[in-house]
């Protein structure tokens, strides 16, 4: 069965300090992979999206992630926080023959200014 | 930014009242899914269409929950008999093709509060 793991249910850094998300996922096969972010009384917003080829892939506001498949994991990244960043980060992934999300649990950022 | 436009953003009811929450999709998008998403951010997949059509819709759907899209007006969602359990943000997302790799655009949500 499919799953998405985010390990850390908070993270708290600095402004200016790089982060990184941490998603696992299960499925037998390469799912299509996503980050979303939700902001406080908003939906969400898709930040980035893989599937194949570069296994870095590029996504809006500077994030990027990288897919390892030996790892199963899609791990999100920024070089540099901003305190407009803190907001709920959800993993999530989608597979041929469904189009339904499954996302994981999120992970809440909180940037210090 | 999404374009997809949800209404009420806030629903209070009280248990065994409907509950119903409206949804306009991006221009051009005939997909249209709806999701719950609970207060431990957890989220389920509701039902899905395809313009007017139903593509999939899970167990919990079917029994208390109707949806439809019906053409040139919003999607809509009602719970026919709220419950506690049903207190939860409510998220409404169209893509265009509706394909498993296609992105989903999303609104703002509905949040409902059953009390």
């Known amino acids: 069965a499919q799953s998405v793991t985010q390990p850390d249910a908070r993270v708290t850094v600095s402004e200016g300090a790089s982060l990184q998300l941490r998603c696992k996922y299960s499925?037998?096969?390469?799912?299509?992979l996503f980050w979303y972010v939700q902001y406080p009384r908003q939906g969400l917003q898709l930040l980035l999206k893989y599937y194949s080829g570069d296994p870095v892939v590029q996504g809006v506001n500077s994030f990027e992630a990288e897919f390892s498949k030996s790892n199963s994991s899609f791990h999100l990244q920024k070089a540099s926080v901003h305190w407009s960043d803190s907001a709920v980060y959800f993993c999530a992934l989608t597979w041929n023959s469904n189009n339904r999300i499954f996302f994981g649990d999120g992970t809440q950022l909180v940037v210090k200014p | 930014n999404s374009k997809v436009i949800q209404t009420p953003r806030y629903l209070v009811k009280g248990q065994g009242q409907k509950a119903k929450m409206r949804c306009i999709p991006e221009k051009g998008h005939p997909v249209v899914f709806w999701y719950q998403q609970n207060k431990n951010n957890e989220f389920k997949f509701l039902i899905n269409f395809q313009n007017q059509e139903v593509l999939q819709q899970i167990d919990m759907t079917e029994k208390r929950f109707s949806a439809e899209c019906p053409s040139n007006s919003p999607c809509s969602l009602e719970i026919q008999s709220s419950e506690a359990g049903d207190s939860a943000l409510y998220l409404c997302a169209s893509s265009k093709t509706g394909g498993h790799q296609d992105t989903q655009y999303f609104g703002p949500g509905t949040r409902l509060l059953v009390l």
């Open positions: 499925y037998s096969a390469t799912p299509y």
